[in-house]
């Protein structure tokens, strides 16, 4: 892999909408963002240069519950290993805070075509179904 820089916790919404407009459009409200990125527990993103290239989240209450979010490599950097280096950044978080002794539950919500790249880390599905809302405020 080329030489990286990862940084931890420097996230800023404004990359964060840059990221995800490049790969899925229509990003949420600067301010959404703004708060998002707040209040989230761990943010990694992954630079080429000045440029970024790469970011991912976990949000979560730090004992029984940590969930992954918005685990996105942009796409001409894509299939080079970031992807992996993301979702290690995020387990080692866990692995580092998590309470000693005890078994903690890492939640996630893949498309189908990205449950195989999970599924290396030791992510699996059950039955259960992802129900959801957007609710308008
Ligand atoms: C999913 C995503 C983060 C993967 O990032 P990436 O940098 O391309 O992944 P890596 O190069 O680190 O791949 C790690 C391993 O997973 C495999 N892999 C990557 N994407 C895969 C896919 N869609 N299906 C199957 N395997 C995949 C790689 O071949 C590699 O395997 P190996 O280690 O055995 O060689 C990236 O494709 C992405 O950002 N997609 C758009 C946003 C998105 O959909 N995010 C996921 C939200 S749930």
């Known amino acids: ?4 820089i990862i940084k931890h916790n420097e ?11 490049s790969v899925w459009g229509g990003a949420p409200s600067p301010e959404q963002t703004r708060l998002a ?12 240069g000045e440029k970024i290239v790469a970011m991912a989240r976990m949000i979560g209450d730090m004992g029984l519950d940590y969930y992954i979010k918005d685990v996105i490599v942009r796409p001409e950097y894509q299939r080079r290993g970031i992807g992996r280096l993301l979702i ?8 580092k805070n998590g309470v000693p002794g005890t078994e903690i539950f890492v939640e996630l919500c893949a498309m189908p075509d990205k449950i195989p790249f999970y599924e290396k880390f030791g992510f699996s599905s059950n039955e259960a179904q992802r129900l959801r809302m957007m609710l308008k405020v």
């Open 37 to 48: 990125m707040e209040h989230t527990l761990f943010r990694v993103s992954v630079f080429d």
């Open 11 to 21: 996230l800023t919404a404004e990359q964060f909408i840059g990221l995800w407009e």
């Open 1 to 4: 892999m080329e030489s990286l």
């Open 88 to 95: 290690n950044e995020l387990l080692g978080f866990i692995a």
